[in-house]
């Protein structure tokens, strides 16, 4: 019995260990799975003169109505000068309102407009079928595996605070 149980952890330690060579095909993956899950978005912020940034801030925005600025420094790890720049466009733009704190007048509170609104859902949408299809075709198994490496991957100084706001706002895959 004690070989049986020593076999079944080697086999265990195996599934583990990955050479270079299947790590670097895994990263080259995720650079492609990344291209293709940007494309249907980039395109279309192409449209408005935006990028990434302006997609991950309307992104954020959408998920957490009256974000500050810092908390929204925090969460997408830009500059100042950086996030200052995209959120100056979106608000000129009527896609983001910024408004004095109630509590704190220092503070800027963020509201994506009906138009930013409509912006951002047509972005999402666009990921979240891709994601869907993916997630369909590989079953839940995968599905959790995925998002556990994905977790994983998170800095770990990190790892506990982006959870817990995905628990807040309900996000669960």
């Known amino acids: 019995m004690t070989r049986s149980f020593a076999n079944a952890a080697a086999r265990s330690e195996q599934l583990l260990f990955l050479t270079d060579e299947q790590l670097r095909s895994g990263i080259e993956l995720m650079f492609f799975a990344y291209r293709g899950f940007t494309a249907d978005p980039d395109r279309m912020l192409e449209e408005y003169d935006y990028g990434?940034?302006?997609?991950?801030?309307?992104?954020?925005?959408?998920?957490?109505?009256?974000?500050?600025?810092?908390a929204l420094l925090d969460i997408l790890g830009v500059t100042k000068q950086s996030l200052n720049r995209v959120l100056r466009q979106l608000v000129n733009d009527g896609l983001i309102e910024s408004r004095v704190g109630e509590v704190d007048r220092r503070q800027r509170n963020l509201y994506l407009t009906e138009s930013g609104r409509a912006l951002e859902k047509a972005l999402s949408e666009a990921q979240r079928a891709r994601m869907r299809k993916a997630y369909m075709a590989a079953g839940p198994e995968a599905v959790h595996g995925f998002r556990t490496v994905l977790e994983q991957m998170i800095d770990p100084e990190m790892r506990s605070r982006v959870l817990s706001l995905m628990q807040e706002d309900g996000s669960n895959g």
């Open 52 to 70: 990434r940034a302006h997609h991950r801030a309307l992104h954020f925005v959408n998920r957490q109505p009256g974000l500050t600025v810092n």
